[in-house]
């Protein structure tokens, strides 16, 4: 049985930086990626990551703030959040797959979501 946790959201202030983790059971996934959906709005690509940290593939809305990285030993991914804006907030759900892409819909299974709040 696949089980996805996340962990790592809260509140923090704008400018500031969070660090979530998914930890990933009953298999090995070549692709894990972030998503978020915040308050009214439909769930968005966040950022993917397949086996070679050469293949990720990040939303335009957090290219060069947030880091996508994985530890295949632990068969765990990350998502260094830095430059938080309001604009941020939303519940940030973990899912695996097995090909690089944005389509939720590419993904088999998902986390149950973190709630990550950037004040202002």
């Known amino acids: 049985q696949v089980q996805l946790v996340e962990s790592g959201g809260g509140l923090v202030q704008a400018g500031g930086s969070l660090r979530l983790s998914c930890a990933a059971s009953?298999?090995?996934?070549?692709?894990m990626g972030w998503f978020r959906q915040a308050p009214g709005k439909e769930r968005e690509f966040v950022a993917t990551?397949?086996?070679?940290?050469?293949?990720?593939l990040y939303a335009d809305s957090v290219k060069g703030r947030f880091t996508i990285s994985r530890d295949t030993a632990k068969n765990t991914v990350y998502l260094e959040m830095n430059r938080l804006k309001s604009e941020d907030t939303a519940v940030y759900y973990c899912?695996?797959?097995?090909?690089?892409?944005?389509?939720?819909?590419?993904?088999?299974?998902w986390g149950q979501g973190t709630q990550v709040t950037v004040s202002s």
């Open positions: 990551i397949g086996w070679s940290i050469s293949n990720r």
């Open positions: 899912a695996v797959g097995g090909s690089i892409r944005v389509a939720p819909s590419a993904y088999d299974y």
């Open positions: 009953g298999g090995t996934f070549s692709v």
